[in-house]
Nanobody, 119 residues
Framework: QVQLVESGGGLVQAGGSLRLSCAAS????????IGWFRQAPGKEREFVAA????????YYGESMKGRFTISRDNAKNTVYLQMNSLKPEDTAVYIC????????????WGQGTQVTVSS
């Protein structure tokens, strides 16, 4: 099993920044990638960004490119999401997930952290 705990959410004004953290524990060696997703009330879950543990390859959802940066600290088993130039439409619960090496699916999910951007 893999446990994921997010932190760093909060209330910020439009144009501001936040850095989210996703701390992984347990059998992290069974995973090869950590992704961030977000879900706003009444909307479907949206892919934000992902990074692989080994090579650090990254990829982003279209609306996040240029504003969000994902990074990792393998020694701490932690993935970060730096969010800049935040907009009210970025308001959502941000959730990290781990992709299992065998299944290829995001099998492990955290509880999420709330990000609220005021106008």
């Amino acid at each position: 099993q893999v446990q994921l705990v997010e932190s760093g959410g909060g209330l910020v004004q439009a144009g501001g920044s936040l850095r989210l953290s996703c701390a992984a524990s347990g059998r992290t060696s069974s995973t090869y990638e950590i992704g961030w997703f977000r879900q706003a009330p009444g909307k479907e879950r949206e892919f934000v960004a992902a990074i692989t543990w080994n090579s650090g390859s990254t990829y982003y959802g279209e609306s996040m490119k240029g504003r969000f940066t994902i990074s990792r600290d393998n020694a701490k088993n932690t993935v970060y999401l730096q969010m800049n130039s935040l907009k009210p439409e970025d308001t959502a619960v941000y959730i990290c997930a781990a992709r299992d090496t065998n299944s290829g699916r995001y099998d492990y999910w955290g509880q999420g952290t709330q990000v609220t951007v005021s106008s």
